[in-house]
């Protein structure tokens, strides 16, 4: 059975270098110029392109009345403001790119969205995922890199078993690792870049104000260890 790609774009050249890109004996690709036009095409999709921009319904719209299931849905936006990244996010796209992106790195990000979705444990608290979100955004990493999702998914598995932050190279970076088809190597370097991304965006104060008290200086940069353990530390406390 060919995998299902619908992209909901109002471009029509855009749908059409989209659709050229992905190989007809592997992939089914249908289009939708608008939110509602995508809402009645999208139940059988495996994958989703989905615009911000359009007429009628819009993509914020349209990820508020889908309800996505084991669908995929990638944001390719022109929107580069972090509110409406964050908005997406937490609304339940699984990843965010911002145009002009070349349609092979699309692509390939489909590709990558699809070998996850039988790995990737469904989400049990929707609240949990929000907030992760909130804090990345407020700390400035950006959901466009890999690490974006590598790092929510540490902190997750934190918070499930707290014990596995004192096994970070022999339990935690294995068990995101096993969820993305990667390697631990490629989840601890995504992770440190991820870091690093936010903290060289300058928002120290956002990360301090975050956790109340002022745990960090510009010069001192947190090891991946210690950001993941701070914020499942946090998220824990919020639920007792």
């Keep these: 059975m060919k995998t299902r790609i619908l992209v ?47 007429p009628v319904m819009d993509g914020f719209a349209f990820l508020e009345k889908f309800e996505k299931r084991a669908t995929k849905i990638i944001v390719v936006s022109a929107l580069s403001q972090d509110v409406f990244i964050a908005k997406a996010m937490e609304l339940g796209c699984d990843y965010y790119l911002l145009k002009p992106t070349p349609v092979e790195t699309i692509k390939q990000k489909a590709d990558d969205a699809l070998a996850q979705r039988q790995l990737k444990r469904p989400i049990k608290n929707k609240s949990l995922e929000e907030r992760i979100t909130k804090i990345f955004i407020s700390v ?18 934190s918070i499930e078993d707290p014990d596995i932050i004192n096994s970070i190279t022999k339990r935690l970076y294995p068990g995101v690792a096993e969820r993305f088809d990667t390697s631990p190597s490629k989840v601890e370097r995504a992770i440190r870049h991820a870091i690093e991304v936010g903290w060289n965006r300058g928002k120290i104060e956002n990360i301090n104000s975050l956790f109340g008290v002022r745990v960090y200086s510009q010069n001192e940069k947190p090891t991946n260890g210690e950001f993941i353990a701070l914020v499942a530390d946090k998220l824990l406390l919020e639920s007792v």
């Design 140 to 157: 400035g990493i950006p959901p466009h890199i890999k690490g974006y999702q590598y790092l929510r998914e540490a902190i997750k598995l």
């Design 8 to 54: 909901i774009d109002d471009n029509p050249e855009f749908c059409e270098q989209v659709k050229a890109a992905f190989d007809e004996e592997t992939y089914s690709v249908d289009v939708a110029y608008n939110g509602q036009e995508g809402l009645s095409k999208a139940e059988n999709a495996d994958c989703i392109l989905l615009d911000l921009v359009m």
